[in-house]
């Protein structure tokens, strides 16, 4: 887990090295334990490194093996990497370091663009050949792992995060209009290659962008979920999906063991971190740590579930820390975790991650976290109102969708108003071939779309602001794979994620399992309360949204006189979306 950047020049040119310098240096959170630049005609690398695989130099990056002309860059974790190594050293291949950057590096020179189906881990990688000079970037299949990039003049510049692209000077910071539609849609996903900044784009999960010297450029993509089964597959009881689906969960949990530190776990007191402690005990991880947040209740609303994660770690044994956070705290430390973000995220879950993943830092370095759950096994309330659906786009937006269309074009100013894009993606999202049930569909855009720019964007954003790697059973690419073959009605059953729900049976208590589930808003962001509030009016009414343009004053000056009163079906404040982005424009821009 690291922060990488790079520039690859198409006019013969040496890289701009102070820019490069900066790109680096804005990751340093995402890497403490090391740096390296790689300068060269035409292009250059950095790395930022956080030591969890291999501790020695040996490891260091930019990695160059001179003897295959090849370097590369590399920012995840590769769970299977011994395996791989093994093969590679049955093909005559030979290791000088013990980590899983240099088997990525000789995976490609063994099996060329093909080696990334071998691979089962989180991943963005940049790999060039030092006589084609060719170029090779890289992103994991569930988009674990962030990638983006920027055409500026005469060269392409990548990183881990986009403020570092943004550190590196000569970005075109206007409004994307796709991406503002999308945004103010789907409470703040802009789904790849979009970015809200016209100059900078993300490199979309599951492809491969090879780029030529003169800038010539291909993308393939390697892998896309599928909802598809056979009839034996439909045919199979719902307790036989239960016994193959444990098997497919204690996998997933067992890979992301590897490590040459401690793996700890993030322990909610829900189904699915639940569910993960408890595997890792069967697995046999002795002294495992776990850690849990939680709030002050607030205007009825529970503000933790302190309680369900004491019960799994009295019955798993573990060293559990609990972390009780304040609101005043939570508003107070706002700033930073907005700091922290690489795109603008309005989900209440930031700020309380945020603490978590430093409190978290102080004692481990990897935790495994149970993102995921929820889209791939059916968890949230809108699956069942498309059950049987005759309709399901227009369901789907009704359910999910912050605001309809004619909503957004009160909202923005004119210049912005253009076509219905977040209605267009579902539907051509949903159109394509792969998933025919509408509740299917819904499960695969949630899972490859929505998930990679919400909560797996958010879980890598927060952790790493802190040097902590979050490793997602949940997203094991063979897990989903397996999981898309279930059909939909057993993971609607007992309320959502039934068949989830009765395979964990067999391994925590039933306590955990039968009871609501758990959220926690932070009541000064859902309703907008106090100086959060003066913040976001300052944001919004300042001198620099005027010149911005985006907003309709009239639209703004209502949710302003009444915050609490404008709450979209997703239960977001509809003026936290706005000032968010305003707020979050003016820290990364000024």
């Given at each position: 887990m690291?922060g990488i950047a790079?520039?690859?020049r ?6 701009d090295a102070?820019a ?6 804005a990751?340093?959170?995402?890497g403490?334990?090391?740096a390296g630049l790689e300068m060269q005609l035409?292009?250059?690398f ?7 695989m291999?501790?020695t ?9 001179p ?6 860059v590399?920012n995840?974790?590769?769970?299977n990497?011994?395996e ?6 049955g093909?005559g291949?030979t290791?000088?370091?013990?980590g899983d950057?240099e088997v990525l ?9 093909d080696f ?6 989180m991943f963005a990688?940049?790999?060039w050949e030092?006589?084609?000079g060719?170029?090779?970037f890289?992103r994991?299949r569930?988009g674990i ?5 920027s055409?500026v003049?005469g060269a ?8 570092a692209?943004?550190?590196a000077?000569?970005?075109d ?5 796709v991406?503002?539609?999308?945004y ?5 996903v802009?789904p790849?290659p ?7 784009r993300k490199?979309a ?10 800038g010539?450029?291909e993308e ?6 599928q909802?598809v089964r ?5 045919a199979?009881?719902f307790?036989?999906w239960c016994?193959?689906l ?5 996998a997933?949990?067992?890979?992301r063991?590897?490590a040459d530190?401690?793996v ?6 829900g189904?699915?971190s ?6 890792m ?13 939680g ?8 503000g933790n579930?302190?309680?369900?994660a ?6 798993f044994?573990?060293h559990h820390?609990?972390i ?13 975790a907005?700091?922290a973000m690489?795109e603008p ?5 930031c700020?309380?991650?945020?603490l ?6 102080r004692h481990?370095?990897?935790v495994?976290?149970?993102?995921g759950?929820d889209e791939?096994?059916?968890?949230y309330?809108w699956?069942p109102k ?5 309709d399901a786009?227009?369901?789907?937006l009704?359910a ?13 100013q ?5 076509e219905d894009f977040?209605?267009?993606?579902v539907?051509e999202?949903f159109?394509?071939?792969?998933a025919d049930?509408?509740v299917d ?6 899972t490859?779309?929505m998930?990679?720019d919400?909560?797996?964007k958010?879980?890598?954003n927060m952790t790493?602001a802190f040097?902590?790697?979050?490793r997602?059973p ?5 897990l ?10 057993h993971k ?7 068949v989830l729900?009765e395979t964990?049976?067999?391994v925590?208590p039933s306590a955990v399992i039968d009871?609501?589930?758990g ?7 859902k309703?907008?309360q ?7 009016r300052?944001?919004l009414l300042s001198q620099?949204?005027?010149e911005?343009g ?11 006189a009444?915050p609490g009163?404008?709450?979209?079906p997703?239960r977001g404040?509809?003026?936290w979306?706005?000032?968010l982005?305003?707020?979050?424009l ?5």
């Open positions: 690291c790079g520039e690859i198409f006019d013969g040119g040496m890289p102070a490069l310098g900066r790109m680096v240096a990751q340093t959170r995402r403490p334990d090391g035409g292009r250059g950095g790395h930022r490194r956080l030591k969890i291999d501790l130099e040996a490891a260091q990056q930019p990695m160059f093996d003897m295959l002309g090849m370097g590369i590399f995840g974790a590769v769970y990497h011994p791989l190594r093994r093969e590679l050293e093909l291949y290791f000088y370091s013990h950057t590096l000789k995976a490609y020179h063994a099996w060329g663009l990334v189906q071998r691979l089962n881990g990688f940049a790999i030092r006589d084609s060719k170029v090779v890289g994991d569930l792992k962030p990638f983006y990039y055409e003049k392409l510049r990548f990183a881990s995060s986009l403020p692209l943004l550190k000077g000569g970005v910071t206007d409004i994307d209009p991406a503002l539609n999308s103010l849609s789907f409470h703040a802009v790849a979009y970015t809200l900044l016209k100059g900078v490199l999960p599951g492809t491969l962008m090879v780029v030529h010297p003169d010539r450029r393939k993509t390697f892998w896309a979920m909802a056979s009839a034996e597959d439909e199979r009881s307790d036989d016994e193959l444990l098997e497919q969960l204690r997933a949990v067992k890979r063991l590897v530190v401690p700890g776990a993030l322990l909610s007191g189904v699915d639940s569910l993960i402690v408890g595997l005990a069967e697995a046999g991880v002795r002294d495992l740590h776990t850690y849990n947040v709030f002050a209740d607030v205007g009825g609303e529970k579930e302190f309680e369900y004491q019960i799994i770690a009295d019955e044994g573990t820390e609990r009780f956070v304040p609101e005043a705290q939570l508003l107070q430390r706002l700033p930073e907005i700091e690489s995220m309005v989900s209440h879950d700020i309380g991650f945020y978590l993943s430093e409190a978290v830092s481990t370095k990897v495994q976290s149970g993102q759950a791939v096994f059916g968890g309330h699956y498309l059950d049987g659906s005759t786009v227009g369901d789907y009704a999910f969708r912050d605001r309809d269309h004619a909503d957004y074009r009160a909202l923005v004119p210049q912005y108003h253009a977040s209605g267009r993606f539907a999202h159109a394509r071939p792969g049930d509408p569909k819904a499960l695969r855009l949630d490859s779309i998930l990679v919400d909560p797996v958010r879980v890598d790493m040097g902590l790697e979050a997602v949940f997203l094991d690419h063979e989903v794979e397996f999981a898309g073959r279930i059909p939909a009605r609607l059953a007992h309320g959502g994620k039934g729900k964990a049976r067999r925590i009871r609501p589930k959220y926690f808003p932070v009541p000064g962001l309703y907008l106090g100086s959060t509030l003066d913040t976001v300052d944001a620099a949204a005027r911005r985006l907003f309709q004053r009239d639209y703004v000056d209502t949710l302003l009444n009163e404008h709450i979209t997703l404040s509809k003026l979306q706005l000032g982005l305003e707020w979050w003016q820290t990364h821009l000024a």
